[in-house]
């Protein structure tokens, strides 16, 4: 039940990679026939991705990843524009957040936008931060601790009236939610192949107008300049099934089914004394629910009892699961930094099934017990 921080590789998605590995293994910069394959798989890979977010192929680049496609959107509007001023917000994954910190260290502006509670950031505060040097907008789809869904059209439509660009980080997003570029209006789109069944160290950019952003990795000359390297072809390839295998018809199916095992188990989970639902109740993505449970000290210990029974879950993001630090997300939306750091989170996938959710809800009463209890003790 870890879902997001990675999913198991679809068979269809890996049957395309491990054809594309025999059949268009070419490098897709050689102009003869073997190399020439492999490019027509990558052009055909292009064009499945661009279909499944509503895009046009030439707006589409690809990256190793979600982390590599936030620091592209930040870095290079800073570089083309030298200085200015970037709205996002304080609960951004670290991809983004880091990066806006670098920039301000290095002269430029930032401002965070603090969520509400339920994880929201609105329209009037955005209005309200923007000012006459803001260069860059960048507001998540998804938040990747608790799951809360931003009105991405509203907030891209008060940037655009001001011709500012507006990125959104959709890695939790694609492939879990209807997503279309241009419903969302946004300029900048990042997402990664491995948070929707796809494979690791493979990604995407959607970029509206290639030329705004100047690339950052410089050698061959790749995805028409702007990302240098040789392309990870079956990689992408594998990346294309999975997104279409989601989108299409697979959400439709999808989203009915991890909505219904996730308010079950929030349902569950909630009427265990001290245990509080974080996020948005309803707008939040369909198999997301995340808790912080109160009297634990932290949530490493639940997370390992938890494993001990088989079920695995994370404490919030899985790049800070390891540590002590309670969530800046929790921390941003309010909660104490007490409660923070005993946040609980699960994702569900497809093969997730009712009968484990509700061996989870069977075993968190004693699991969290026996937990206060050997607190109580020290
Ligand atoms: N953005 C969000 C919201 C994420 O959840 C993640 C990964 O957990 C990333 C970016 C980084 O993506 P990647 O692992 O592909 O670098």
């Known amino acids: 039940m870890d879902h997001a921080a990675t999913a198991p590789i679809s068979e269809k998605a890996l049957g395309e990679m491990v054809r594309c590995y025999r059949e268009g293994f070419g490098n897709p910069s050689a102009i003869h026939s073997v190399g020439q394959t492999a490019k027509n798989e990558l052009e055909k890979a292009r064009g499945r991705i661009a279909k499944a977010l509503g895009a046009h192929s030439s707006e589409i680049f690809f990256t190793s990843g979600g982390t590599e496609s936030d620091n592209w959107v930040l870095e290079g509007i800073a570089r083309k524009k030298q200085r200015g001023h970037i709205v996002t917000t304080a609960i951004e994954h670290n991809a983004v957040l880091r990066m806006a910190q670098q920039l301000e260290e290095r002269g430029f502006s930032v401002t965070c936008l603090r969520p509400d509670r339920l994880g929201f950031v609105t329209p009037e505060q955005l209005e309200a931060a923007i000012r006459p040097d803001t260069i860059l907008v960048s507001v998540m789809t998804a938040n990747n601790v608790v799951g809360t869904l931003q009105d991405i059209p509203a907030l891209a439509a008060i940037a655009r009236a001001r011709r500012i660009p507006f990125h959104t980080d959709a ?208």
């Open 171 to 378: 890695v939790q997003a694609v492939g879990h939610v209807a997503l279309n570029v241009r419903r969302l209006g946004v300029d900048y789109l990042s997402l990664s192949a491995h948070k929707f069944r796809g494979p690791k160290g493979v990604g995407a950019l959607f970029c509206r107008m290639p030329n705004t952003l100047p690339p950052l990795i410089l050698g061959g000359g790749q995805e028409r300049t702007k990302r240098s390297g040789t392309e990870n072809v079956p990689g992408i390839v594998g990346m294309a099934a999975a997104l279409e295998e989601c989108v299409g018809g697979g959400l439709e199916a999808a989203v009915p089914y991890l909505t219904d095992l996730r308010d079950r188990l929030i349902r569950g989970l909630t009427g265990i004394p001290g245990v509080l639902l974080t996020g948005a109740p309803s707008e939040r993505l369909p198999g997301l629910a995340s808790f912080a449970v109160e009297g634990i000290g932290h949530s490493s210990f639940l997370v390992n009892a938890l494993n001990e029974a088989g079920v695995c879950v994370s404490s919030g993001s899985a790049c800070s699961a390891a540590s002590k630090e309670a969530s800046h997300v929790l921390e941003a939306m309010g909660l104490d930094a007490r409660l923070a750091r005993c946040a609980l989170r699960f994702s569900l996938d497809t093969e997730n099934t009712r009968e484990e959710v509700d061996r989870v809800l069977a075993l968190m009463p004693g699991v969290i017990e026996a937990q206060r209890r050997k607190g109580s003790a020290f």
